[in-house]
């Protein structure tokens, strides 16, 4: 099954409400995500024919790409969060009996859900600052902070994401890597 199809068939493992959030953050994250990388390709490749063919280039087009990075980015980190691709540092997790992986793993959920609210709360009162400043972006004339609305927001769902990953490995057998993804490693290796 596709990287494509596994998202549009997304499936929570929490039950009930949680279950309902978890599945419709997936379905909003999956259309964010999509509809940014695809509106930075035809914008770029604009750009470059404007620029190149027509010997001009789009003057507002590397502003509407930072506002699209910026989207991504915030989308993406919840995005990783859910399908237990982030990042981690697992020699002393490892190592442990899967008892031990199972508290680390509530241990680090509700640690990383707490920082991400903790730079949610930040994310806002940055964007307040720069909201009393009233800065625009110079080629698109709209307010600078509504750029970074996008920080808060993905920081909210992937502190919400954590949260529900600590949840789902408070109530089950098995150790979870996220709502949906079973802690162990792929045999990823080839003959040659």
Do not use: C
């Amino acid at each position: 099954m596709s990287e494509e199809e596994s998202e549009k068939n997304y499936r929570s493992g929490l039950p009930g409400f949680l279950g309902t959030i978890d599945t419709a953050i997936s379905r909003i994250e999956s259309v964010i995500l999509a509809l940014g990388v695809l509106l930075m390709a035809v914008n770029t490749v604009a750009n470059v024919i404007g620029r190149f063919v027509f010997g001009q280039s789009i003057f507002f087009s590397g502003e509407i790409n930072r506002i699209l990075i910026i989207m991504i980015t915030f989308a993406g980190i919840g995005y990783a969060a859910r399908h237990g691709r982030h990042i981690r540092m697992s020699a002393i997790y490892d190592a442990l009996p899967v008892g031990g992986r199972k508290a680390l793993m509530i241990v680090i959920s509700l640690f990383t859900s707490l920082v991400m609210f903790f730079l949610l709360y930040y994310s806002i009162i940055y964007i307040l600052d720069l909201y009393s400043r009233g800065r625009i972006l110079p080629a698109l004339g709209f307010p600078i902070f509504i750029i970074y609305v996008w920080a808060p927001i993905g920081f909210l769902v992937t502190g919400i994401q954590y949260l529900l990953t600590a949840i789902k490995n408070l109530t089950s057998r098995d150790v979870y890597l996220s709502t949906s993804v079973v802690d162990g490693y792929k045999d990823t290796e080839t003959e040659v």
